[in-house]
């Protein structure tokens, strides 16, 4: 078919379309983390310092990071749904670098232990939770992910692998933030050991399934 | 006549609207943009079917411009994921069709075909770009090219492999 038949075909077709908007992605992904972690204190409860909206400092860093890294790269991944050359969105990797302050603290944490031969605290080197964490986080990362790849697929990503980090980062996020309303742990080592890997490991699943089911 | 990116962004706002005399205004200013953004990228017997491509493409996605934003960095994007796209079925169709009775339509062809591919090529790691070389244009067999350049085979298809993925990042990030 020559390009003129194309385009005569093409604008017999035409009909009125609404703009997409980001907006309503960020929102559908919220509303997706918001059920996710009703369901994670429905099925498991919270913890009683939160439910007594007393909780312990770390509940609240690790959430309030979480939610932030959540936050922002939904925000770059819904906005990746309209191509554009030559703009850069690179708020979530911002978010990225603050929520990495948590392992290297950890990290930081445990040589001065290791230095000084203290004794470490109850409970600071129990990883028995550690399925849990990864089994319940990546239920509820699978709920948030669905939701923002079903809003990508009627857009039009052009940068797959990208979008695939994002939306693995954005789901591993706020999969990790509701299992961390249920979580007992209040150890330093845990957060930055096992909520890292966990988002990590979305991460990577986002970048290898994602791109597969986005592709135009 | 030629518009300027403000009047092609009013198009596509008119053409959302379902317009269709913009659309078709517009898709002619697409085409002659187009034809324009991949003539020193791919041979010319391609053009027209790329072009054609990238117009259905952005009538399949339209809803996803937005008028409040200028419309070629639009346009642009999505012409350059048609054509990282064109090369990756290019390739995979070389490692088919590439053999013994492979026929060239003209040197032009040809020669545009390598230059373009000579730019890329240059940014590749030397092992990567002659497992490519061999495999993918010349059309050797894994274990041809393994002989001829005393890589493994396992080694020629990972170069290749991460050639290819190279090539398609240094498209995207043109």
């Known amino acids: ?216 | 006549m030629n518009f300027d990116d403000a009047a092609l962004a009013r198009l596509m706002a008119l053409a959302q609207a379902g317009d269709a005399r913009a659309y078709a205004v517009l898709l002619e200013q697409c085409r002659r943009w187009l034809a324009r953004f991949f003539r020193n990228r791919i041979p010319p017997g391609k053009i027209d079917d790329l072009v054609q491509d990238v117009l259905a493409s952005l009538h399949a996605k339209r809803a996803s411009f937005d008028p409040a934003r200028p419309f070629l960095p639009w346009l642009a994007a999505i012409a350059r994921y048609r054509w990282v796209d064109q090369l990756r079925r290019d390739y995979r169709g070389a490692e088919v069709e590439l053999g013994a009775d492979q026929a060239v339509d003209s040197d032009e062809e040809v020669i545009t075909a390598r230059l373009s591919l000579a730019t890329l090529m240059g940014q590749l790691k030397p092992a990567q770009r002659e497992a490519i070389a061999l495999v993918k244009i010349e059309g050797l067999s894994i274990a041809e090219a393994a002989a001829s350049t005393g890589q493994s085979e396992a080694l020629v298809k990972v170069n290749i492999h991460r050639g290819l993925k190279r090539l398609a990042a240094a498209v995207e990030s043109d």
């Open chain 1, 1 to 216: 078919m020559s390009v003129e038949r194309t385009i005569e075909a093409l604008v017999a077709d035409l009909a009125p379309v609404t703009p997409l908007r980001p907006r309503r992605g960020l929102a559908l992904t919220l509303a997706a983390a918001v059920l996710a972690c009703s369901a994670v204190i429905v099925v498991f409860g919270l913890r009683d310092d939160v439910r007594a909206l007393a909780p312990e400092p770390v509940v609240i860093i690790r959430c309030l990071l979480l939610a932030v890294l959540g936050c922002a790269s939904s925000h770059a991944a819904t906005q990746a749904a309209r191509p554009m050359v030559g703009r850069a969105n690179n708020g979530w990797a911002w978010a990225l670098a603050a929520a990495l302050t948590v392992p290297a603290a950890a990290l930081l944490l445990f040589m001065r232990l290791m230095w000084s031969g203290a004794a470490a605290g109850p409970g600071d080197f129990d990883f028995s939770l550690t399925p849990w964490c990864f089994g319940i986080s990546t239920s509820a990362a699978l709920l948030i992910g669905g939701a923002l790849v079903l809003w990508l697929r009627g857009g039009a990503p052009t940068n797959l692998a990208r979008a695939g980090w994002l939306v693995g980062l954005a789901s591993g996020a706020f999969g990790t933030l509701a299992y961390s309303l249920h979580c007992p742990s209040n150890s330093i080592y845990y957060v930055g050991l096992v909520y890292s890997a966990t988002v990590a490991l979305c991460a990577v699943l986002g970048r290898l399934v994602v791109p597969r089911l986005i592709r135009w």
